[in-house]
């Protein structure tokens, strides 16, 4: 399966952001979706899940209610929407797949992912 994020860019502290992942080439309903991201001289980080058919999200500890994730399957696309970010949420902003579901303690980890996007920036300015 080939992913596509999208929809990063610059914006300002407090403002909305929506990243798009958009898969192609399987049937993307049979996939849990996460996205990660990566800032400068920082690990990867988890960021949130949405587990394949039941739909349960998973969210990394900074989120704290600001950003959900959600999926069109008909579409065959993923969002991140992110209200309130903070200049700290600065980062590359990757998707990844795979054809399982698990606890949260699980699919927070990176090495389970058999598919990567590319990332989109994401740069938030105080």
């Known amino acids: 399966v080939q992913l596509q994020a999208s929809g990063g860019g610059l914006v300002q502290a407090g403002d909305s952001l929506r990243l798009s992942c958009a898969a192609s080439?399987?049937?993307?309903?049979?996939?849990?979706v996460s996205w990660f991201r990566q800032a400068p001289g920082k690990a990867r980080e988890f960021v949130a899940t949405i587990v394949r058919i039941s739909g349960i999200t998973y969210y990394g500890d900074f989120v704290k209610g600001r950003f959900t994730i959600s999926r069109d399957n008909a579409k065959n696309t993923v969002y991140l929407q992110m209200n309130s970010p903070k200049p700290e949420d600065t980062a590359v902003y990757s998707c990844?797949?795979?054809?399982?579901?698990?606890?949260?303690?699980?699919?927070?980890?990176?090495?389970?992912?058999?598919?990567w996007g590319q990332g989109t920036q994401v740069t938030v300015s105080s």
């Open positions: 990844a797949v795979v054809q399982a579901e698990a606890a949260r303690d699980i699919m927070r980890n990176p090495t389970i992912y058999n598919y």
């Open positions: 080439g399987r049937t993307f309903s049979g996939y849990s």
